[in-house]
T-cell receptor, first 117, second 115 residues
Framework: AQKITQTQPGMFVQEKEAVTLDCTYDTSDQSYGLFWYKQPSSGEMIFLIYQGSYDEQNATEGRYSLNFQKARKSANLVISASQLGDSAMYFCAMREGPQSSASKIIFGSGTRLSIRP | GAVVSQHPSRVICKSGTSVKIECRSLDFQATTMFWYRQFPKQSLMLMATSNEGSKATYEQGVEKDKFLINHASLTLSTLTVTSAHPEDSSFYIC???????????FGQGTRLTVV
């Protein structure tokens, strides 16, 4: 069963607009963590934001915020005021189990975001 | 953020030879390192998880004798692709996580081409 689902294979957004990238997850653990990464064409994986399952506030990092809806098991990434440099592949990922470095992290299929000038 | 260095970034090798890929955490102690494989236009597929000083845990379907992983220190893990074949050509990327597990930082990735 797919644990991380990203239903948008590709998205086009006008520069300066906000964009929401969808992510839903499936786990029976009470303790887990959710990540978003950006992968430009160079291939590197850039960490954007993290949300722990027990965090009460939605995580924010600059223009990135994570809309965490625990009951719906969704962790959408919101990018405000998009820029041309935001064009990239975006992956949602989940760490299952207690907050520990040893817990493995699995990835969704990704969303390719393209920003139009 | 923390720095994870992966080398080489690109390698071309002949079929039947072995290739070693290094993953180093430069400014933190990586208690756990993860090795992923990524096919073009696809997601990252977890191959194995390695904890410092112990044997790696491989995901189902990943041949442990073909993909040898060593995590001898808190700053270095290596992946050796043994007896490489063209179907092993792929993008391999490592990730390192320290105490706490709230962040996992990635290396730059290695593009392996087996000819």
């Amino acid at each position: 069963a797919q644990k991380i689902t990203q239903t948008q294979p590709g998205m086009f957004v006008q520069e300066k607009e906000a964009v929401t990238l969808d992510c839903t997850y499936d786990t029976s653990d009470q303790s887990y963590g959710l990540f978003w990464y950006k992968q430009p064409s160079s291939g590197e994986m850039i960490f954007l934001i993290y949300q722990g399952s027990y965090d009460e506030q939605n995580a924010t990092e600059g223009r990135y915020s994570l809309n965490f809806q625990k009951a719906r098991k969704s962790a959408n990434l919101v990018i405000s005021a998009s820029q041309l440099g935001d064009s990239a592949m975006y992956f949602c990922a989940m760490r299952e189990g207690p907050q520990s470095s040893a817990s493995k992290i699995i990835f969704g299929s990704g969303t390719r975001l393209s920003i139009r000038p | 953020g923390a720095v994870v260095s992966q080398h080489p970034s690109r390698v071309i090798c002949k079929s039947g030879t072995s290739v070693k890929i290094e993953c180093r955490s430069l400014d933190f102690q990586a208690t756990t390192m993860f090795w992923y494989r990524q096919f073009p236009k696809q997601s990252l597929m977890l191959m194995a998880t390695s904890n410092e000083g112990s044997k790696a845990t491989y995901e189902q379907g990943v041949e442990k004798d073909k993909f040898l992983i060593n995590h001898a220190s808190l700053t270095l893990s290596t992946l050796t692709v043994t007896s490489a074949h063209p179907e092993d050509s792929s993008f391999y990327i490592c990730s390192a996580s320290g105490w706490g597990g709230t962040e996992a930082f990635f290396g730059q990735g290695t593009r392996l081409t087996v000819v």
